[in-house]
Structures are given as C-alpha cells and as structure tokens.
C-alpha cells in the first residue's frame, strides 16, 4: 500500500479512515474540494506529534501538495502520515491519502451500493512542517515514538 516514505521515519505511520460525506461536497457531481483532504492531513500531523511530543503542535507550512484523482461524496479515503524528520522544534511529515471504497454509481444498482476497491487509488500527497515549542514539548507518549 505504501510507495513512499519507508526511507528515514520516525516511529510509526498514523491512519485516518473518514467517509466523504454529502456536507463535503463543493462541486457538481458531488466532487469534494482538495481542501477537505488538507483538513484530515492536518489531523493525522497533530497526532503524530500527540505521539511524539505529547502536544498538538502548530501546522506551519505544506512544502508540497498534489491531489492526483477526484475524490467524492461517498468515497472512503485512508489518510497516512508518518514524521520523516524531527528537528529540533520541527516535524517535517508526509501524507498520502488513499481512496479505497467508492460508491458503485451504476444505474442498475440501489444508489447505496458501494464497491470496495481491488487497489486503494492514491488520490493525494503532500509534505509539511509541524512546529511544537521546546517549553510544550513533553517527550514521546507512545513508545513507537521514542526520540533518538
């Protein structure tokens, strides 16, 4: 599942599984806006430094962001993170996200008939730095997470 990231990670991935919700949809034909999928990188970051640091931390800035396939309302997208450095006050992190059921959208079928994806569909990723101050730093809260 994964095609990146395994190089230099600190403790473990964190996953988010959220469903793609009709209040989520901000387009014609119920396309959601590659913001909402920011929204979830930014919760799975603030874990990993809950895990880390034992604080939530500031989103400083995105390095990069792709949003590589439409993502819409009734999809189910893995959110994946992991720290690949931590600094002195900063976690540089990467993200995937990953659809892995979509509804089936087939006029022959019920309109909640859902398909389960043979592959997970990387939709997006991006890279982005965290920010926890020395004075809110409280060390690693999960022992996957022991600093080096």
Same mark, same amino acid.
């Given at each position: ?16 599984? &959220? ?24 919760? &799975? ?19 990069? &962001? ?83």
């Amino acid at each position: 599942l994964f095609r990146s990231g395994e190089s230099k990670m600190v403790g473990k991935k964190v996953i988010l599984r &959220v469903r793609m919700g009709s209040g989520d949809a901000h387009y014609a034909g119920e396309l959601v806006n590659g913001s909402k999928i920011l929204d979830y990188f930014g919760d &799975v970051g603030t874990e990993l430094c809950i895990r880390y640091d034992g604080d939530e931390s500031l989103f400083r800035s995105y390095s990069s &962001v792709e949003f590589l396939e439409p993502v819409y309302s009734g999809d189910y997208i893995e959110y994946y993170g992991w720290i690949e450095k931590a600094g002195s006050t900063s976690r540089t992190c990467k993200f995937e996200a990953y659809k892995v059921i979509e509804l089936a959208k087939d006029p022959n079928l019920d309109l909640s008939a859902a398909n389960i994806l043979a592959e997970p569909l990387l939709v997006g990723k991006a890279e982005g730095t965290l920010i926890v101050r020395k004075e809110q730093q409280r060390g690693a809260q999960d022992p996957d997470f022991k600093h080096e």
